[in-house]
């Protein structure tokens, strides 16, 4: 079936980086792209990723490799405020304009 | 100001009242979606619309339906809702050349007793 995998949480400190991962099994593929919630919020858009590489946005980046069907979001300097939710999606090619989520990962940061 | 608007933002029913959540947006965008999101399940995409008049189903649209009658609007209509249908709904549009980059409405959060 058709399905994303993150972590469920991950903790980091102020300042510090942190990697989330996501893997992914789409029957197509037309990108990976990556939101922040936060907690009752509306998702906000962060980056997306079409070939292979790195795409930096200022703290964010994120990572996509197709041939090992995963990306990464990478948090740089992390604040107190990027505490919050983070989602994967994957948009399907071909017939079908689909588009699946992660289940989401917790980010807790700490002082 | 662009946004993605939804009305109601709260709303309270009851089993087999039929409902109408509406989704507006003043971007000009093709693609519009809903999605509903439960704890531990993430955003699964109930209904998806690439122009007026083309919708196409999502993940999860059984017990769902809508409409694209004009490119701003995209309703979503539980004919007989039921409790398990309780949920936090978003609307969201894009441009459907674009990144992937959707936005999103504020969230309307159902609860069907």
């Known amino acids: 079936g058709q399905s994303l995998e993150q972590p469920s949480e991950v903790t980091a400190v102020e300042g510090a980086i942190v990697q989330i991962n996501c893997t992914y099994q789409t029957s197509g593929f037309y990108g990976l792209s990556w939101y922040q919630q936060h907690d009752g919020g509306a998702p906000t858009f962060l980056s997306y990723n079409a070939l292979d590489g790195l795409e930096e946005t200022g703290r964010f980046s994120s990572f996509l490799s197709r041939s090992d069907s995963y990306g990464y979001l990478l948090l740089q300097e992390l604040q107190m405020k990027d505490s919050a939710s983070y989602f994967c999606a994957v948009r399907y090619g071909g017939a079908t304009n689909k588009l699946i989520f992660g289940t989401g990962t917790l980010l807790a940061v700490q002082p | 100001e662009a946004q993605v608007t939804q009305n109601p933002r709260y709303l309270i029913t009851v089993t087999g009242k039929k409902l109408t959540v509406t989704c507006s947006q003043n971007m000009n965008h093709e693609y519009m979606s809903w999605y509903r999101q439960d704890p531990g399940l993430g955003l699964r995409q109930i209904y998806y619309?690439?122009?007026?008049?083309?919708?196409d189903k999502g993940d999860v649209p059984e017990g769902y339906k809508v409409s694209r009658k004009e490119k701003r609007n995209f309703p979503l209509i539980l004919e007989s809702p039921s409790p398990n249908q309780t949920s936090l709904y978003f609307c969201?549009?894009?441009?459907?050349?674009?990144?992937?980059?959707?936005?999103f409405g504020p969230g309307t959060r159902l609860t069907v007793l």
């Open positions: 619309s690439m122009n007026v008049e083309v919708t």
């Open positions: 969201a549009s894009m441009v459907e050349s674009s990144y992937n980059e959707q936005f």
